[in-house]
């Protein structure tokens, strides 16, 4: 990796002193699920009307990067997992956890985050979210990929997402001790020194209106999402350009097990179009995987079918295009009954494409879905950096170990939220006035690039090289790819979000490619075509930090009891 990548600190060059300054005691950078859910444990749960409760005074703002429907948790069509009745068990739900996690999984994180599932659902009810319901009047649950028992719960069939962006999104527009600034991009966050350890202060921020700021605050909660658009085939909205792990790496802190990006099995596959997702529930309704030729064929290659682990599916529907040729296969919905009830909003996108599922076979694909890797932190959003606590996909718990259960992010978002933020709630007021802090950046002397032409490359050259499966010189190819454009692009100073997040996603990419390159094995969601098992030695965590050449490791905590054998399938 180019030495650039480790020089840069900030993105851009500035003086504190000389911006505008506003003060908060909690900043939230993300609007999704995991920051907003983080803003209202911060700031205090709001009563009914909005008003904080009697004697706090918490002040927390939140920036977004855009607006709150264009989040990956507005984006999610499947459902959130939680136990909430017998026979199902907190235990089978962290033994599925634990299986899908290929040997990762730091089991106290588990336990916790999957103990607290019915608390963090409860939480969205008593906030105003409202969930599909049996014909008894109780929110029905249904089963997805991974999972043994009937445990993820939806809205609006496949809008799971939507509705919980709304419904957070609605608490804290009414709570008086919330902040919310929309179409804001966070540039870095700020810290004293470059010395590792330095704590972060706050932020430097940009607004399309109000021009550069600084945030300075006690505590940064970092919920800024994921990194789809590293890959050329993503599911993953605009904004999801790894702004979050950029920042947190040029800051000081870890980026643990890097190498896991877990590509989604199905999205709707058409020349052209955007790679929409065709939510894992609909498999779970019954429906199966078909070759060009019309054959079923995930029942020869795991016992669970088209409900295999994500990477199994993947892995194989990649397999199937390569022997038989072509860019996708079949998704068989032709025999379910009530589609167009179940999954509204997939169904009214498949007819924007003259597609009947109850008629046509839907052509599908795998795609970039969710960052398994990401910042490491303890499940109240603690990092190695003090000052600094990072929660949902930018985050590195331990939860998804090597491969993430199907929807255990929006729960992992909610609970890790809420603990986030009850933390930076308890954090001791800030001291003297904030230190001044200069970047000082000269000009460029290389020759110009073009954006967008780094940004399609990237994206291009890491869905061929860094995607679903791998080999070492393919990574390496892609190494040598990403230090060429990084010794063009991360030594300019850019004035728009457009070089800011091609300069993040450069980072990223190179950190990504490094960690499969260190990780000589075949593990959960990383695949190498050279090294086909998984080894023992590769049973760690590997975690990156900003001006060191090798990976620091750390051991997964299997301090706790593994879980039990899963209850059976409910129908």
């Known amino acids: 990796m180019h030495r650039l990548f480790d020089q840069r600190r900030y993105l851009i060059p500035f003086r504190s002193t000389l911006l505008p300054q506003i003060f908060t005691d909690t900043l939230v950078i993300g609007g999704g699920a995991a920051g907003l859910r983080a803003a209202l444990a911060a700031a205090g749960e709001a009563t009914g009307n909005g008003a904080s409760p009697a004697g706090h005074h918490a002040e927390v703002i939140v920036l977004s990067k855009s607006k709150p429907g264009s989040t990956n948790t507005a984006w999610a069509q499947g459902g959130i997992a939680a136990v909430t009745a017998a026979p199902d068990s907190v235990e089978s739900h962290a033994h599925d956890t634990i299986t899908a996690g290929a040997g990762l999984c730091d089991e106290s994180a588990v336990n916790t985050i999957v103990g607290a599932g019915e608390e963090a659902f409860d939480d969205l009810m008593a906030l105003g979210a409202r969930f599909d319901e049996d014909e008894e009047g109780r929110p029905s649950a249904g089963r997805e990929g991974g999972h043994s028992a009937s445990r993820i719960f939806h809205a609006g069939g496949d809008a799971t997402g939507r509705e919980i962006q709304r ?20 540039l870095d966050l700020v810290t004293p020194s470059e010395e590792p350890g330095s704590p972060v202060l706050g932020a430097i921020t940009h607004h ?93 290659i795991h016992e669970l079918a088209e409900l295999a682990p994500r990477d199994v599916v993947s892995r194989s529907i ?57 910042i490491r932190a303890a499940v109240d959003g603690e990092t190695d950096v003090p000052g600094l606590r990072v929660v949902g996909e930018a985050a590195c718990t331990g939860l998804h170990g090597a491969n993430r259960l199907a929807s255990n992010s929006l729960l992992e978002g909610l609970v890790c939220g809420r603990r986030a933020g009850e933390a930076a709630r308890k954090a001791p007021e800030a001291g003297s006035r904030p230190p001044s802090i200069v970047s000082d950046i ?130």
């Open 442 to 571: 000269r000009p460029s002397e290389r020759g110009e690039i073009d954006l967008e032409d780094v940004r399609s490359s990237l994206r291009s050259a890491m869905w061929r090289n860094v995607g679903i499966e791998r080999t070492g010189s393919k990574l390496e190819s892609a190494i040598e790819m990403l230090d060429f454009w990084g010794r063009y692009t991360l030594d300019k100073i850019f004035d728009e979000p457009e070089g800011w997040e091609t300069q993040n996603l450069l980072l990223t990419g190179a950190i990504v490619a490094r960690s499969a390159a260190w990780r000589q094995e075949t593990r959960g969601c990383h695949t190498r075509g050279d090294y086909t098992e998984a080894e023992d030695e590769f049973a760690v965590h590997d975690c990156w930090r900003r001006g060191e050449e090798k990976p620091a490791i750390a051991e997964v905590d299997r301090a706790t009891p593994t879980a039990t054998k899963p209850v059976e399938a409910s129908a």
């Open 208 to 300: 399309p209106r109000h021009g550069l700021q600084m945030i300075w605050a006690r505590t940064v909660i970092l919920a800024s999402g994921g990194a789809g658009q590293l890959f050329r085939e993503t599911t993953n909205p605009r904004a999801a350009t790894a702004d979050g792990f950029a920042m947190a790496y040029r800051a000081g802190a870890s980026v643990a097990d890097a190498a896991f990006v877990q590509f989604h099995p199905t999205t709707l596959y058409l020349p052209g179009a955007n790679r929409a997702l065709i939510t894992e529930a609909v498999r779970g309704e019954g429906a199966h995987l078909l070759d060009v030729s019309g054959r079923r064929f995930m029942t020869e």
């Open 167 to 186: 419904a957070l999104t609605d608490a804290a527009n009414k709570h008086k001790g919330i902040r919310v600034f929309e179409d804001c991009f966070a």
């Open 318 to 374: 990649v397999r199937q295009i390569a022997k038989a040729g072509g860019t996708h296969v079949w998704l068989d919905c032709r025999h379910l009954q009530g589609f167009q009830r179940r999954f509204p909003s997939i169904h009214g996108l498949l007819r924007r494409f003259d597609l009947d599922p109850t008629k046509d076979l839907i052509p599908v694909q795998p795609a970039a879905h969710y960052f398994v890797g990401g």
